[in-house]
């Protein structure tokens, strides 16, 4: 069962930003800790690192420290959409993205619990 779809990458040159969408299906949205996760090509699922996490409200954000004042996550829990706005954007930015309902929003809680999709590819070219 698909439970998250996430779309919106691409092959960008550095500098270029993007914004990726998420939108959930079958799990309560609003209620839930949201966040994007970034996977190389090959990487198990448990290796897979945190970009951003969202409490259900969108008024509490963590960022990993590579990614910070370049992205934003928000969501519209109207719309049911998670959104990551992807500026200024580096070579090491690019990997597969997924979104995933998540423990929480610190460095250690801010972790793919639930829904996880199959990703939309970014490639940031020099």
């Known amino acids: 069962q698909v439970q998250v779809t996430e779309s919106g990458g691409g092959l960008v040159q550095a500098g270029d930003s993007l914004r990726l969408n998420c939108t959930p299906s079958?799990?309560?949205?609003?209620?839930?800790?949201m966040g994007w996760f970034r996977r190389a090509p090959g990487e198990e699922r448990e290796a897979v690192k945190a970009?951003?996490?969202?409490?259900?409200?969108?008024?509490?954000?963590y960022y990993e420290d590579s990614v910070k004042g370049r992205f934003t996550i928000s969501r519209d829990n109207i719309k049911k959409t998670l959104y990551l706005q992807m500026n200024n954007q580096k070579t090491e930015d690019t990997g597969i993205y997924h979104c995933?309902?998540?423990?929480?929003?610190?460095?250690?809680?801010?972790?793919?619990?639930?829904?996880w999709g199959q990703g939309t590819q970014v490639t940031v070219s020099s």
């Open positions: 995933a309902g998540t423990r929480g929003l610190g460095p250690n809680t801010c972790v793919a619990d639930y829904a």
């Open positions: 079958r799990f309560t949205f609003h209620r839930a800790n």
């Open positions: 970009v951003a996490c969202i409490s259900p409200n969108g008024a509490i954000n």
